[in-house]
């Protein structure tokens, strides 16, 4: 049953006439309510335009109000929060009326639907949430039941599920015209005689609660009389419906007056033991299937009488702990030790990516060559945790260990949704080949919290990740290691193992639960639209809310999460409006605190910037959400293409003075200097940050230094090896992946090394031995691969047009229409300018101005530790420098970085360089590192060292040369043909020919 909602939204009274929901202003009236359109189960909207409130209500004709009057008092006798709540009765000369509250919601029928949809529902969403559902509608027939009151028309179309965690059961019409003898209270006062027991009904509402039950379970009904009821379970529902939970479902559906519950509550006390991980009355198994059951999940075989004996004391320990365990906050959901082949029925891969896990010596270990993900396939409530034992295998690269949550609700039907559009977070120990531990948010990635700890390769630790509400640590041997409080809690979700590389093992796998509160946050749907982007369903939500809540801080807080959702929407004014009803501290200081970090976001630095300093020092309590805001501002910064200087450096000024001592805090600032090319400054003011700093080094070039320290990862060894053009060495590194390994043998040559090393997928190498065409017509592409093919095929147009039919991603091809000369087209799709080319347009235009003003912007990269954007600012631009008059351009831009020069790109510019200034033989070259580039750079440094010695013929014989060699030889610093390098070739060939 679905209500409208209120016309604006608002929490506050309405200026205007109050109109009924769907009505208009010419709609009647009785007393002081405006009636409106009919609503389901017979119901009308209404307007109470004195309380300026919607309800819904039973409309009759006057000769029919005696019997609705009968009705109201009967409703209102039962007088609990989960039967319909009476608001009033009128009678006038147009009819009668019975009001009731409105309850806004899916009927539990609705709900299993929507279940089977794979839109699940979140009471629906694990055993235990169904039973807390079912505990709550217990709790209303066995208060009705306690009136001497049967329901008799119990199904799941009469249980409503409201929006803010209300469950109210409806159509208690059946139960009116049946109650002419109490005889139910008679039954549960006292305990009744066989002949009484025949006068009531009660057990037809058990065995409703039982249909009930078995639907939110197996979401379908139980079968008709005289038919099993539940009938075959499949391994799926069975995930659903635990052995203990089955028996008393079928309990429930098989009571009648002289078998199974005697009442309600007596089914109830069965749920509640089964929810603390107690054995229900109804279970009952033996005790040599306890012991079998114990006995085959024991993780290693008994090999002799010891064993055995500690076997026995083991069971018998646990099954005189079986009353203790009510006690304990935590129940286990799952324990998986991988030993029983039956884990893949709980446990699944995303269905594209299978087999990235096997288990090897009774223990599960990562076999992919990048990341695994291993998915629990039962939806679980939080509170939950995951205790795991984790172990980097030696002689594996170093990485995850990991945990993934993912709040998606498609997961159980379709495992690739994993972590993709919903919100997830990664707990990472071992991120990034094992520089930190983290915890990041997506979607974008965001990292909430950090710590400078690594793991051993060869020693196995004992992990425990906990997400409870807004609250997610990780611990590791038992030390709290990263901890994360959120603004919006998380609910349900899936958990996942997450390791990356091959050689990660996890063992002794135990998921736990902690028994959830029984009364759901009456924001949680609002919270849901929040965190998922639908801002302007959250407001209208959260003005429900604060309209139903009757607590005055839950108020507050939904007029406070209201004003944000319109502040993320851009109506800054309403959400000061909203803001200003806000009286609660606490909250106005988060409301101050969302002001400046959208001030700091939109690169504001005006006086109030103060205000981020003054808040932190005055307020205490403010402090979280401030280092938040911090992270945000400080990771929008470092993503954004136009960064702003002066806020990152207002901004680590923040950090150096507040909270100095943040270990996140100050990973954020080193990596953010870092990336913005700040890479000195990062070795002098964080030293500690050792894998920030061998990037920073790296960046500078500093491969030999690199390499002589002791503390470096095996891909920073690999970068720093493949920067000094070392292959072999990089080769040399075990557990490389084979990407990089295809990579690094293209670049040496080693093709048919290259093709062996492949996995199913001949890309890039058939580029490179000039087999394009085979490679379009045996591989399905992507469509940047599909671009690269028509390029080295000379099939241009295409790649800068429609691409190949089919391929998604293909055609609009930059480099393509580079190649094309279509150089305006070229910079709006690559949404960047071609500065090198644009300047050679300039020089053999003899445009000065536009030259001078170009080549300013063409500088020395900052990045050294790359393969990007280097060939035109370290090797053409000099040399055109030189070509324009500047006699020492070579000298002081080559020679004098000769040394930096060798340690970084491969030592390709190093190598040319020295063969133009004529420091080496130009044929010299042909033995560089990278022998698939070698013909092509040889050509051109034969050219450019023609032209520099004056040698014209010889500059165009080596030029002529370079535009002879097939495509597939011209592959330089990728996997088609540089556009900078060829446009430089076809203008100095132009430019050389026109001279007599």
Not at 635 to 655: A, H, K, M, T, W
Not at 662 to 672: I, L, M
Not at 721 to 729: P, Q, V, Y
Not at 932 to 947: C, I, P, T
Request: a neutral charge; glycine letters at 8%; charged letters at 25%.
């Amino acid at each position: 049953m679905t209500d409208p909602a209120p016309n604006d939204g608002s929490l506050s009274p309405h200026d205007q006439p109050a109109v009924a929901p769907g009505g208009n202003s010419a709609a009647r009236t009785m007393a002081r309510y405006q009636v409106g359109e009919p609503a389901e189960g017979g119901l009308t909207q209404v307007r109470d335009r004195s309380l300026d409130r919607n309800a819904v209500a039973r409309v009759v004709p006057l000769s029919s109000a005696d019997e609705l009057e009968q009705e109201a008092r009967f409703m209102a006798r039962l007088d609990h929060s989960g039967a319909p709540v009476v608001l009033d009765f009128v009678r006038s000369d147009g009819g009668a009326m019975l009001v009731l509250r409105r309850t806004e919601g899916i009927t539990l029928a609705e709900a299993a639907r929507l279940a089977r949809e794979a839109a699940m529902p979140p009471e629906l969403a694990t055993p235990v949430t169904v039973v807390q559902l079912m505990l709550r509608i217990c709790d209303v027939i066995a208060a009705a039941h306690a009136q001497g009151v049967v329901h008799h028309a119990l199904r799941p179309e009469a249980i409503v599920l409201g929006s803010h965690g209300q469950v109210v059961v409806h159509d208690w019409s059946a139960a009116i015209a049946a109650k002419t003898n109490p005889a139910t209270l008679r039954y549960v006062s006292a305990a009744p005689s066989a002949a009484k027991l025949a006068l009531d009904g009660l057990h037809r509402d058990i065995q409703a609660l039982g249909a009930c039950l078995c639907l939110a379970l197996l979401l379908r009904a139980p079968r008709p009389e005289g038919a099993d009821a539940i009938g075959f379970i499949t391994p799926d529902e069975r995930r659903r419906l635990p052995a203990r939970l089955e028996a008393i479902v079928r309990q429930a559906l098989a009571s009648d007056p002289g078998n199974g519950y005697r009442s309600v509550g007596q089914l109830a006390q069965e749920l509640v033991r089964f929810s603390e991980g107690q054995v229900p009355d109804a279970y009952q198994p033996g005790t040599l299937a306890h012991l079998g059951a114990r006995l085959h999940r024991m993780r290693k075989p008994l090999l002799s009488a010891a064993a055995v004996l500690l076997v026995a004391v083991v069971v018998v320990g646990a099954l005189w702990g079986r009353q203790l365990q009510a006690l304990a906050s935590w129940r286990v959901v799952a324990s998986e030790d991988f030993s029983d082949p039956t884990w893949t029925q709980r446990w699944t891969e995303p269905p594209t990516r299978s087999g990235m896990f096997a288990v090897q010596n009774e223990r599960l270990v990562s076999t992919s060559e990048r990341d695994a993900l291993l998915i629990f396939r039962q939806r679980l409530t939080t509170p939950v945790a995951i205790e795991y034992s984790g172990e980097i295998l030696p002689g594996s690269q170093p990485c995850d260990l990991s945990v993934q949550w993912s709040e998606d609700g498609g997961v159980a039907d379709d495992p690739a949704r994993f972590g993709q559009e919903a919100r997830s977070y990664m707990i990472q120990a071992g991120a990034f080949t094992n520089e930190f531990c983290a915890i990041y948010q997506n979607p974008g990635r965001r990292l909430l919290a950090h710590a400078n700890r690594q793991l051993e390769a060869g020693r196995t630790y004992r992990f425990r990740v906990e997400l409870d509400g807004t609250r997610i640590t990780m611990r590791i041997d038992g030390q709290l290691v990263l901890e994360h409080v959120d603004e919006f809690p998380t609910h349900s979700g899936y958990l996942a193992l997450y390791g990356y590389y091959k050689g990660k093992a996890f063992d002794d796998v135990r998921i736990l639960q902690r028994r959830p509160l029984n009364q759901p946050s009456p924001t949680t749907a609002a919270d849901l639209a929040f965190i998922e982007g639908r801002f302007a369903a959250a407001a209208g939500l959260y003005a429900r809310a604060g309209e139903s809540a009757g607590d005055p801080e839950q108020v507050q807080q939904a007029l406070y999460h209201k004003g944000l959702a319109e502040w993320r929407l851009g109506q800054a004014e309403r959400a000061g409006r909203t803001w200003e009803r806000v009286a609660d501290p606490s909250l106005a200081l988060r409301i101050a605190c969302t002001k400046l970090e959208s001030m700091f976001q939109a690169g504001q630095r005006t006086p109030h910037l103060t205000g981020f300093e003054e808040l932190y020092t005055q307020h205490p309590e403010a402090r979280d959400q401030l280092r938040r805001s911090w992270f945000a501002v400080m990771q929008q910064q470092r993503e954004s293409v136009q960064r702003n200087p002066l806020v990152i450096d207002y901004f680590l000024g923040l950090r150096e003075k507040l909270f100095p001592d943040d270990a996140s805090a100050r990973y954020v600032a080193a990596s953010t200097m870092q990336v913005i090319g700040r890479n000195e400054e990062v070795l002098k003011r964080f030293p500690e940050e050792t894998r920030t700093c061998i990037r920073a080094m790296l960046a500078l070039g500093r491969s030999r230094e690199v390499l002589a320290m002791a503390d470096v990862s095996r891909d920073e060894r690999r970068h720093a090896h493949s920067m000094r053009g070392e292959f072999d060495k990089a080769l040399a590194l075990p557990g490389l992946s084979p990407p990089w390994r295809v990579w690094t043998l293209v670049r040496m040559g080693k093709f048919d090394d290259a093709l062996r090393e492949e996995l199913g997928s001949a890309y890039p190498v058939l580029l490179h031995l000039g087999r394009a065409a085979e490679l379009l017509e045996s591989t399905p592409l992507s469509g940047q691969a599909t671009n690269e093919a028509l390029i080295c095929l000379g099939r241009l147009e295409e790649a800068a047009g429609e691409g190949l039919p089919g391929v998604p991603g293909s055609g609009s091809s930059a480099n393509a229409m580079l190649l094309l000369g279509q150089i305006d087209l070229a910079e709006r799709i690559g949404k960047k300018p071609r500065l090198a080319i644009r300047a050679m347009q300039a020089a053999e235009q003899g445009d000065t101005q536009a030259w001078q003003r170009l080549r300013e912007q063409l500088s020395f990269p900052k990045e050294l530790g790359g393969n990007d954007t280097w060939i035109a600012t370290v090797v053409l631009m000099p040399f055109i420098d030189r070509l324009r008059g500047d006699a020492n351009a070579l000298e002081t831009q080559w020679r004098s970085r000769l040394e930096l020069l060798s340690g970084i790109f491969f030592r390709t510019p190093w190598t040319v360089c020295r063969a133009v200034l004529g420091e080496i033989p130009v044929d010299d070259v042909l033995g560089m590192p990278c022998v698939s580039e070698a013909k092509a750079w040889h050509q051109l440094a034969a050219g450019m060292r023609a032209e520099h010695l004056g040698q014209r013929a010889a500059a165009i014989e080596a030029y002529t040369g370079f535009t002879a060699l097939p495509i597939h030889q011209r592959l330089i610093s990728g996997n088609t043909p540089e556009p900078d390098v060829e446009w430089f070739v076809a203008w100095r060939l132009r430019a050389l020919r026109a001279v007599h």
